[in-house]
């Protein structure tokens, strides 16, 4: 039988390389315009979170959106997004919601796909990792494809 270990160190090697070589920032007119809204997506999202509103968390995501959260199963579409959030923001009242805030450790933009690695922040503090996938709308708005996160503990 063939040892597969010089396969394994092969494919790790050729993974690792890829993943190494990230093109540059692209800082064009476009992507300072993209990076424009993504922020105010991200602001949208705080607002939502303080005005307990899932359907205005929802709504920042695309129709067909994925939501990964720890130990469930993935949830896909923008209904089951908000069902997903409506007991957690239910239990808070209208302008009461929790504090959220974002730290973004990196950004990349290509076209009309993005993805920010990050921190989220409960009253200004780390309470988790997320990465979140960006897909530009054909209406020019950005909106949140695919969302995972998990808590530090």
Same mark, same amino acid.
């Given at each position: ?24 920032? $692209?800082? =064009? ?5 993209? @990076?424009?809204?993504?922020? +105010?997506? #991200? /602001? ?54 929790? $504090?959220? =805030? ?5 950004? @990349?933009?290509?076209?009309? +796909?993005? #993805? /920010? ?37």
């Amino acid at each position: 039988m063939m040892n597969p270990r010089p396969f394994f160190a092969l494919l790790f090697s050729i993974g690792l390389s890829a993943a190494c070589q990230r093109p540059p920032l $692209d800082t =064009s007119g476009d992507t300072a315009a993209a @990076q424009k809204a993504m922020q +105010q997506v #991200y /602001d949208a999202f705080t607002a939502a979170y303080k005005q307990a509103d899932p359907a205005a968390v929802a709504n920042l995501y695309t129709e067909d959106a994925y939501y990964l959260e720890p130990g469930k199963e993935i949830f896909s579409g923008r209904d089951s997004i908000e069902a997903n959030f409506r007991p957690f923001l239910g239990s808070f009242k209208a302008g009461e919601g929790p $504090d959220i =805030s974002f730290e973004i450790i990196e950004r @990349q933009i290509s076209g009309r +796909q993005g #993805y /920010d690695i990050g921190y989220y922040l409960f009253n200004g503090k780390r309470a988790g990792k997320f990465i979140l996938l960006w897909q530009k709308q054909p209406s020019g708005e950005w909106k949140i494809r695919a969302d995972g996160y998990s808590y530090l503990n």
